[in-house]
């Protein structure tokens, strides 16, 4: 990933733009309904696996418990070698040496939190070591949190430099910075906190840490694209969306990729620009593959749990 | 790497709906051949399939049609309302049942998009009779101080744009209030209808309540006509309303008419400009524009028109374009050849007027008649696609630089139907909603339907309202309670 400069945060003002909840929501309901079917289902199945950032992001992770989902992030389906590897593996940056040991020439990135995730609460020094302890043992990319207390009390200066010296403190690293749309209460607030974190350089912007509720939901996602592909016009940079929370099935998963596809366009259809974080969405998308090609559903049991 | 994804077929399957190979005309109850024995050939647009032969009811089906309609009168008006509204309860469940069936019938005989017919026509015409079928027994309420009484036959002309729809808004007031009605669908669309004199049949409503004539102009104007007929309602053109004014003008009949439209759809530049795209795709393209209230002048504030512009052109290029019974169609086709031919008409004009052309790239099927997505920008109010109803794709933009003056603008047409306002601030919707003389305005939204909201025009739109209880009004003599 090249660095990123930071645009001056005055452009997030002259993009402006409000958000009409209503039809937003009814936009994304729309969405959807489309009906994808055989091979573009197929497709999308297999591309929901190459954008799929495998987490754990529990207090009981464990170096076993990292390097066996490791294993699965390499070959989600032993014994097919038509399902391709995920995305990357995201986990806590104690565990990111164990992720780049076992992750070694596979391809998946280890992605690694940081910034006192998930609520931020903590010194901007300490957020700042973080992401540099997590660089330094290996991570390839960042998923840093935006200060929402900040975000809500009117500071956007204070989030648009916070999220800029995280972007700088992570250096090379592919920058995700997590709205946590669950806290912020609006879709206008979205949108605003979209622009502030693109503007200060974030690669990515990412829908939720999955610890808070309501995680990510389709019309919020689409409210990110929107802002994502009004920031490409403005800033000529084209900004990756990552989705993460509650998404535990290949119909979801779809969802998201419609969304993406009719809102930013096929380029996003990438691993490059498009992301889900999950768990257990893997063994669905597996499962609906197999229904795909065989025309019925295998016992779970095939399916490794990891 | 970034690929390509285009979405595999998803037709919905049309086994559900079953079309017989000819109809008869349904009289007293009963599906009887037409006495003129003439048929016409009714098709799918999509494909120019022929799907069934239609009785063309001449002067004397229409004479057998008002006979029926006059006897079963006097016991339907009669009818204690609660049973009246029984009836109507169970043509709306029957209706929801059959939802299916209906809207692939729908959208193969009108060219529509079946998400269209399934999330909105078919629901909506559930709803109307729900609505109606509460309204039947509690009349009273809807007129305190007054006897409502029914006025008797009403001859009712529908069109071919939401044909089912069309049919739930005439049929669904006149039972409620106790008339009975003979219903004559649109030339190019009577399937829907002709399945709903079987649902008259399935729920057992007494015969000669409702009866449907079909064919085309001339049948409805027998119809409009017949010495028998006590109120007339008609939805369609502006030309045909003036007509059936000129043929009743004298008469002691009743009418209500809901015709043209040239709505504005208001943008100013304080507006979510992404809802706004939504809600002005939804305005021009929902049904192929084939919507009488259908949002075809944009007036956009100045400031934000070049952004605006650039929004929706974009939005065009994902319209998905093609086979109506494709769950994933945006775009049907368009409903036939007459119409198809009139599009283009209009279309030529405005480039011959120097307006500025731009259609959405997308492949047009080599059967069937369709109309790419077009967006005229660079229009004036002198040009006759600013003033004229071109009733498909077709969307004119202006702009505006202040308030009086986008008012001045939406009010500068002979139409008055609908309008639309976006905007973040409340204030001035309702500043908007009090100086726009349209029968509907839209805030941040474009499209909606509801039973409980009456609907109908200003000037050369039409009179009379349909839906909540001014359209309930359009049938019933009011006389003080005793």
């Known amino acids: 990933m090249a660095t990123v400069e930071a645009l001056p945060l005055e452009i997030v003002d002259r993009i402006g733009g409000a958000v009409d909840q209503v039809g937003a929501e009814e936009r994304a309901a729309s969405l959807s309904r489309r009906s994808i079917k055989k091979d573009s289902k197929l497709w999308a199945l297999d591309l929901a696996i190459r954008c799929c950032d495998l987490t754990t992001l529990e207090g009981s992770d464990s170096p076993g418990k990292v390097r066996q989902l490791a294993s699965k992030a390499i070959r989600p389906a032993p014994g097919d070698p038509s399902i391709p590897h995920v995305a990357a593996l995201c986990v806590y940056p104690n565990l990111v040496p164990t992720a780049v040991e076992a992750l070694r020439g596979s391809g998946v990135k280890v992605a690694s939190v940081a910034t006192g995730f998930p609520s931020g609460q903590m010194p901007l020094e300490l957020r700042l070591a973080e992401i540099e302890r997590a660089i330094d043992a290996g991570a390839d990319e960042i998923d840093i949190v935006i200060s929402r207390g900040l975000f809500l009390a009117g500071d956007e200066r204070a989030v648009f430099e916070e999220v800029a010296s995280s972007k700088r403190a992570a250096g090379e690293a592919h920058v995700k910075a997590i709205l946590e749309i669950g806290e912020l209460g609006s879709y206008d607030r979205i949108r605003r906190a979209a622009l502030v974190a693109m503007a200060a350089g974030a690669d990515t912007i990412k829908t939720s840490t999955g610890k808070v509720s309501p995680a990510s939901t389709l019309p919020a996602a689409l409210v990110m694209a929107e802002a994502i592909r009004d920031f490409e016009e403005y800033g000529g940079r084209a900004v990756g969306l990552k989705v993460a929370g509650g998404i535990r099935t290949a119909k979801d998963a779809i969802r998201y990729l419609v969304i993406v596809h009719e809102t930013l366009g096929d380029d996003w259809l990438s691993p490059d620009r498009f992301r889900i974080g999950a768990s257990s969405l893997l063994n669905d998308l597996l499962m609906q593959i197999d229904f795909q090609r065989n025309g019925f559903y295998s016992d779970p049991d095939r399916y490794t749990l990891d | ?482």
């Open chain 2, 1 to 482: 790497m970034a690929g390509r994804w285009g979405y595999s077929p998803a037709p919905e399957s049309t086994e559900i709906a079953s079309v017989r190979d000819t109809y008869g005309l349904f009289i007293g109850g009963e599906f009887v051949e037409p006495l003129s024995g003439d048929y016409l050939k009714t098709i799918n647009p999509a494909t120019e399939e022929v799907l069934s032969a239609i009785p063309i009811a001449g002067d004397q089906d229409i004479d057998r049609a008002v006979e029926a309609a006059r006897k079963a009168f006097a016991k339907w008006s009669k009818l204690h309302p609660s049973q009246r509204a029984k009836y109507m309860f169970r043509i709306a469940r029957v209706i929801q049942e059959r939802s299916r069936e209906l809207a692939v019938l729908e959208s193969m005989n009108g060219g529509k998009p079946i998400k269209e017919s399934r999330d909105v026509d078919v629901p909506l015409v559930a709803a109307h009779f729900f609505y109606h079928a509460g309204w039947a027994d509690k009349l009273q309420y809807a007129f305190p101080g007054h006897e409502a009484k029914p006025l008797g036959v009403a001859g009712q002309v529908i069109p071919w744009n939401f044909p089912l729809l069309m049919l739930a808004w005439k049929i669904a007031p006149a039972l409620a209030t106790g008339n009975t009605v003979v219903l004559k669908p649109a030339e190019t669309t009577p399937l829907t209808a002709l399945t709903f004199a079987e649902i008259c049949l399935q729920v057992g409503l007494p015969p000669g309540v409702v009866n449907i004539v079909t064919g085309a102009g001339p049948t409805g104007a027998a119809l409009v006509r017949h010495p028998g007929i006590d109120k007339v309602a008609f939805t369609g053109s502006t030309e045909v309303g003036k007509e059936i004014q000129k043929t009743i003008a004298g008469t002691s009949k009743k009418l209500t008419l809901e015709l043209g439209g040239k709505a504005a759809n208001v943008i100013f530049d304080d507006a979510p400009l992404d809802q706004a795209v939504e809600g002005i795709v939804n305005g021009i393209f929902f049904n192929q524009g084939h919507v009488c209230c259908a949002g075809s002048r944009l007036l956009v504030q100045e400031s934000v028109a070049a952004r605006l512009v650039d929004k929706l052109k974009r939005r065009l290029s994902t319209l998905r374009l093609g086979d109506p019974l494709d769950k994933n169609t945006d775009i049907g086709a368009i409903n036939s050849r007459d119409q198809l031919e009139k599009i283009r008409r209009l279309v030529g004009i405005g480039v011959e007027e120097g307006a500025e052309l731009y259609q959405a790239e997308c492949d047009i099927p080599d059967r069937g008649f369709w109309f790419p997505p077009t967006v005229f920008t660079g229009v004036s109010q002198s040009h006759r696609i600013a003033q004229e109803e071109i009733f498909g794709p077709v969307l004119s933009v202006m702009t505006f630089r202040t308030p009086d003056e986008a008012v001045e603008k939406a009010n500068n047409t002979p139409y008055g139907l609908s309008a639309g306002v976006w905007t973040e601030k409340g204030s001035r919707i309702l500043w908007m909603a009090d100086r726009l003389r349209a029968g509907v305005v839209w805030a941040n939204t474009f499209n909606r339907f509801d039973p409980g909201s009456p609907f109908g025009g200003y000037k050369e739109s039409g009179f009379g309202r349909e839906g909540g209880r001014h359209g309930l009004e359009s049938y019933v003599s009011l006389e003080p309670s005793r």
